[in-house]
């Protein structure tokens, strides 16, 4: 079982930066790939970026590609999201996922125009 808690979100400005992080317990996450997703107000949960258990992979969505990096460090347990050039349309809950199997409550970020 491995619980993850997300944080590092807020209200911003466009144009700024923001950095996720994601803790977990219970259980190393050097076993999963982790992954974000977003949801903003009455749209679908939508996938963001992903990485490989050992890191050497990632994957990011189109819509936040070359603005987003997704990373993490084994060593202490925690994977990042860090957002460069925020636009209004990132507002949404962040959430990572372990193996799609195991989810965070997510944290809250907004961007103003």
């Known amino acids: 079982q491995v619980s993850l808690a997300e944080s590092g979100g807020g209200f911003v400005q466009a144009g700024a930066s923001l950095r996720l992080s994601c803790a977990a317990s219970?259980?190393?996450?050097?076993?999963?790939?982790m992954a974000w997703f977003r949801q903003a107000p009455g749209k679908e949960r939508e996938f963001v970026a992903a990485i490989s258990a050992g890191g050497t992979t990632t994957n990011h969505a189109d819509s936040v590609q070359d603005r987003f990096t997704i990373s993490r460090d084994n060593a202490k347990n925690e994977v990042y999201l860090q957002m460069n050039n925020l636009k209004p349309g990132d507002t949404a809950v962040y959430y990572c996922?372990?193996?799609?199997?195991?989810w965070g409550r997510g944290t809250q970020v907004t961007v103003s125009s």
């Open positions: 996922a372990a193996d799609n199997l195991y």
């Open positions: 219970g259980r190393t996450l050097s076993y999963y790939a």
